[in-house]
């Protein structure tokens, strides 16, 4: 009888929460000031569906009704709107092929966007007609969305790019058989019921934020905080930042670069500096090779702390290598990253921890077939845009390794008198991993604000 009554009372609830709007208030800061959007993207991460609201009012917040697909108090805001007037008919990596299916004739634009609600392509109008076929091959990998606008409505469609297509190409034709054998249902309209795991991503300009995970089932504020790049007044190289959660991380590794000792060279109580592949001694041709630009400096961990003492606080402490205001993140502070992202939606959800991808870039990592780690499909990685690249290390065998395989960070956090801790990410694992090795090695520094 009890479970009888828990279920009717579940079901009640159910239904009320579905009776009511569930509104989201977002708002963002950039430079600690409240700022306006461009656009913002939600993914139905259940369904695999996408509502893209673009052109937004300038104001300090928006509140988004996803029960109405409506932005409320906005103009002109393009939304996802339940008509079929266009089917998609394949939709593969670099092809979209969509089918006009109104018995009338009917005048149409389309617009093309990328997934910052950039427009890259805008048509004139089009008369279409029954089984006129609209063909969009783009060369370029990532997520599209397709915008075609007639007076019976807007509809939206996701598609992929592929570098492995040629050129961009739209074209417009009659459709013949083959295609019209092969409709069915519009899958990109939106669709979202209580209890769907969504993603809320915001765009301004070329910034960009952490997405928001959350579960679609009350109104709720979502605060943002977009990246502010960072200048180290030592060399003023400019850093990329990732704000996640309440840390600020450096999103590239430290460049600073004040000797250069080539890999046959090393100490456990001497500071030595590398840059993968070179093996002289002269800074400024150090600096100007390819894997300086991309993977940053290789420091052993006496380097990387400047002498300071051992610390496993949080935070650390520890300066060391890093610019005046950052400081060298301990095994606790590195362990609090992978929490936060384990714990706010960026896992691959294979296993725990696997995080991995959301850690990694988009690029250079080496292929892998383990779905859920960085060398696969990375176009998906790097959501916490953290944009970790595989750098390498200097070994204790007086020579470089692993560089497009891996990536290893110190933290401050020594293990026994000779050794540290250190994190890992691996092409082919979709965890992150934590060791300790020799002092003497060389890794990659990730520096994180006070």
Same mark, same amino acid.
């Given at each position: 009888?009890?479970?009888?009554?828990?279920?009717?009372?579940?079901?009640?609830?159910?239904?009320?929460?579905?009776?009511?709007?569930?509104?989201?208030?977002?708002?963002?800061?950039?430079?600690?000031?409240?700022?306006?959007?461009?656009?913002?993207?939600?993914?139905?991460?259940?369904?695999?569906?996408?509502?893209?609201?673009?052109?937004?009012?300038?104001?300090?917040?928006?509140?988004?009704?996803?029960?109405?697909?409506?932005?409320?108090?906005?103009?002109?805001?393009?939304?996802?709107?339940?008509?079929?007037?266009?089917?998609?008919?394949?939709?593969?990596?670099?092809?979209?092929?969509?089918?006009?299916?109104?018995?009338?004739?009917?005048?149409?634009?389309?617009?093309?966007?990328?997934?910052?609600?950039?427009?890259?392509?805008?048509?004139?109008?089009?008369?279409?007609?029954?089984?006129?076929?609209?063909?969009?091959?783009?060369?370029?990998?990532?997520?599209?969305?397709?915008?075609?606008?007639?007076?019976?409505?807007?509809?939206?469609?996701?598609?992929?790019? $592929?570098?492995?297509?040629?050129?961009?190409?739209?074209?417009?034709?009659?459709?013949?058989?083959?295609?019209?054998?092969?409709?069915?249902?519009?899958?990109?309209?939106?669709?979202?019921?209580?209890?769907?795991?969504?993603?809320?991503?915001?765009?301004?300009?070329?910034?960009?934020?952490?997405?928001?995970?959350?579960?679609?089932?009350?109104?709720?504020?979502?605060?943002?905080?977009?990246?502010?790049?960072?200048?180290? $007044?030592?060399?003023?190289?400019?850093?990329?930042?990732?704000?996640?959660?309440?840390?600020?991380?450096?999103?590239?590794?430290?460049?600073?670069?004040?000797?250069?000792?080539?890999?046959?060279?090393?100490?456990?109580?001497?500071?030595?500096?590398?840059?993968?592949?070179?093996?002289?001694? $002269?800074?400024?041709?150090?600096?100007?090779?390819?894997?300086?630009?991309?993977?940053?400096?290789?420091?052993?961990?006496?380097?990387?702390?400047?002498?300071?003492?051992?610390?496993?606080?949080?935070?650390?402490?520890?300066?060391?290598?890093?610019?005046?205001?950052?400081?060298?993140?301990?095994?606790?502070?590195?362990?609090?990253?992978?929490?936060?992202?384990?714990?706010?939606?960026?896992?691959?959800?294979?296993?725990?921890?696997?995080?991995?991808? @959301?850690?990694?870039?988009?690029?250079?990592?080496?292929?892998?077939?383990?779905?859920?780690?960085?060398?696969?499909?990375?176009? $998906?990685?790097?959501?916490?845009?953290?944009?970790?690249?595989?750098?390498?290390?200097?070994?204790?065998?007086?020579?470089?390794?692993?560089?497009?395989?891996?990536?290893?960070?110190? @933290? @401050?956090?020594?293990?026994?008198?000779?050794?540290?801790?250190?994190?890992?990410?691996?092409?082919?694992?979709?965890?992150?991993?934590?060791?300790? @090795?020799?002092?003497?090695?060389?890794?990659?520094?990730?520096?994180?604000?006070?």
């Amino acid at each position: 009888m009890k479970k009888i009554l828990a279920i009717i009372i579940l079901a009640f609830v159910t239904c009320l929460i579905n009776a009511q709007d569930i509104i989201y208030t977002i708002g963002a800061e950039l430079n600690d000031t409240k700022t306006e959007l461009d656009s913002i993207i939600v993914e139905n991460l259940s369904n695999g569906k996408f509502l893209l609201f673009k052109d937004l009012p300038k104001q300090d917040y928006y509140q988004i009704n996803l029960s109405q697909k409506t932005l409320l108090g906005a103009v002109g805001v393009d939304l996802l709107k339940n008509y079929e007037t266009f089917v998609t008919t394949e939709n593969s990596p670099g092809l979209l092929r969509i089918e006009y299916r109104n018995i009338n004739f009917e005048d149409a634009v389309f617009s093309i966007y990328n997934m910052n609600g950039q427009q890259i392509h805008a048509s004139e109008k089009i008369t279409f007609k029954t089984n006129h076929l609209f063909q969009i091959k783009l060369n370029v990998s990532g997520v599209f969305f397709v915008k075609i606008e007639t007076l019976s409505g807007i509809q939206i469609f996701k598609a992929m790019g $592929s570098a492995d297509v040629k050129e961009q190409v739209v074209e417009i034709f009659e459709a013949n058989n083959k295609f019209k054998s092969s409709f069915f249902e519009n899958e990109d309209d939106f669709e979202i019921t209580v209890g769907d795991r969504i993603r809320i991503f915001i765009y301004k300009d070329d910034y960009y934020a952490l997405p928001s995970t959350l579960y679609f089932s009350f109104s709720e504020s979502l605060d943002f905080t977009f990246n502010v790049p960072f200048k180290d $007044s030592r060399d003023n190289k400019i850093y990329q930042t990732a704000k996640i959660g309440d840390q600020t991380w450096m999103a590239e590794n430290l460049t600073y670069l004040p000797t250069v000792s080539s890999s046959n060279v090393g100490s456990l109580t001497e500071r030595h500096y590398y840059v993968y592949g070179y093996e002289n001694n $002269s800074i400024v041709n150090a600096r100007n090779t390819i894997n300086f630009g991309i993977y940053g400096v290789l420091y052993n961990w006496t380097a990387a702390m400047n002498e300071t003492k051992s610390s496993d606080s949080f935070p650390s402490g520890v300066q060391g290598i890093c610019p005046p205001g950052w400081h060298l993140p301990s095994k606790t502070e590195w362990t609090m990253l992978i929490n936060y992202l384990n714990n706010n939606g960026f896992g691959y959800e294979i296993n725990d921890n696997d995080i991995a991808k @959301s850690l990694a870039a988009k690029t250079n990592w080496s292929n892998s077939d383990y779905i859920g780690t960085p060398g696969n499909n990375p176009q $998906s990685n790097n959501l916490s845009a953290f944009s970790a690249l595989p750098g390498g290390y200097r070994s204790s065998h007086d020579e470089f390794r692993n560089i497009k395989f891996g990536t290893y960070w110190w @933290s @401050s956090t020594e293990n026994g008198s000779n050794y540290a801790e250190y994190l890992a990410l691996i092409f082919d694992l979709g965890i992150t991993q934590s060791f300790f @090795s020799s002092k003497a090695i060389g890794l990659s520094v990730r520096c994180v604000r006070d």
